[in-house]
């Protein structure tokens, strides 16, 4: 076996490759997107992850220091906010980030993978939220979860989802939906450098059959109205113009 | 004492409901739907600033095809 052959087998260069087949060096952070980008309801994607990020930094600080500080000290108030309002603003870009690839059909070109990953993170995140409810211990808690137990049990989960358990709902919410949602969120992010963003109906390719498939680039009817921002795109291997 | 009586008081206020047939919700609630619908629209129809101090990507030079 000749060295080259084993630096072949090797898990790091089997990965290395794996990676860049998957998304192409270049697509991880571009510096081009295509014209009809160019829009405000692009902008909630990237939106909902600014504000994901927020809630993870804010959740992390709390669940470091305590419910004890963040009932009774003014700093722990201020992250206690911080974290309510990141979540708020997070689940209101997501929906209308939701609301676009609806009417967008973002399913189109492939990307079925996208829409699923992202719509199971929103129903990840409806939990999350609702077990972060569960772990306020305060009254509003004690009245969600005697409310929501009869519900739970009624549709026979209670025994294993217990909300009446608030150690058990803060797991849920600090552990095991968390890494869920942030591995769904990361899944979706590939998918999209991947296939690259949904092209909108009216987007009409440049001659796409004269273009390399790998390299081929959507233009919208709209470009000459909306330009872009760099120029030409350079989307992901799979993405096309679908309409 | 003013902060404290006034989150005390805010704490024991009942919350405001609208009542539509079986529709039932809080005003607060409603408000933010609102306001994402009208985030969503504004999104749409609003154009982005700038959007015509760029050249089209047909009529950039520097185009690496």
Do not use: C
Request: proline share 6%; glycine share 8%; aromatic share 10%.
């Amino acid at each position: 076996m000749t060295r080259a052959e084993g630096t072949d087998r090797s898990w790091t260069v089997r990965l290395r490759r794996r990676i860049s087949r998957t998304v192409p060096e270049g697509q991880w952070l571009p510096d081009r997107q295509p014209a009809y980008v160019r829009s405000w309801i692009y902008v909630f994607g990237v939106a909902t992850l600014a504000a994901f990020l927020v809630v993870l930094a804010s959740g992390v600080l709390l669940a470091i220091e305590g419910e004890a500080w963040w009932h009774v000290s003014s700093l722990g108030h201020f992250v206690n906010s911080m974290h309510l309002w990141s979540v708020e603003l997070f689940m209101a870009f997501m929906v209308i980030h939701l609301w676009g690839k609806f009417f967008m059909a973002a399913w189109r070109g492939r990307r079925a993978l996208t829409w699923i990953t992202g719509a199971v993170a929103f129903l990840g995140s409806i939990g999350t939220a609702f077990t972060g409810y569960l772990s306020q211990s305060n009254f509003d808690s004690q009245w969600i979860s005697t409310q929501a137990k009869d519900g739970l049990n009624a549709v026979g989960i209670g025994a294993f989802f217990n909300v009446l358990d608030p150690a058990q709902m803060l797991l849920w919410h600090i552990v095991l939906l968390p890494l869920l949602v942030g591995f769904l969120v990361v899944a979706h992010i590939i998918l999209v450098r991947r296939h690259g963003v949904v092209p909108p109906f009216d987007a009409v390719p440049p001659a796409a059959q004269e273009l390399e498939p790998r390299t081929a680039q959507v233009t919208s009817r709209t470009a000459h109205k909306n330009p872009p921002v760099g120029s030409p795109s350079v989307e992901a291997p799979d993405q096309e113009a679908t309409r | 004492m003013v902060g404290p009586a006034l989150a005390t008081a805010r704490l024991d206020a009942a919350g405001r409901y609208i009542h539509w047939g079986v529709i039932q919700i809080s005003l607060t609630n409603l408000l933010v739907i609102i306001a994402m619908i009208v985030l969503f629209g504004a999104a749409v129809v609003l154009r982005m600033p700038h959007s015509d101090s760029r050249p089209v990507e047909s009529e950039r030079s520097d185009d690496p095809r």
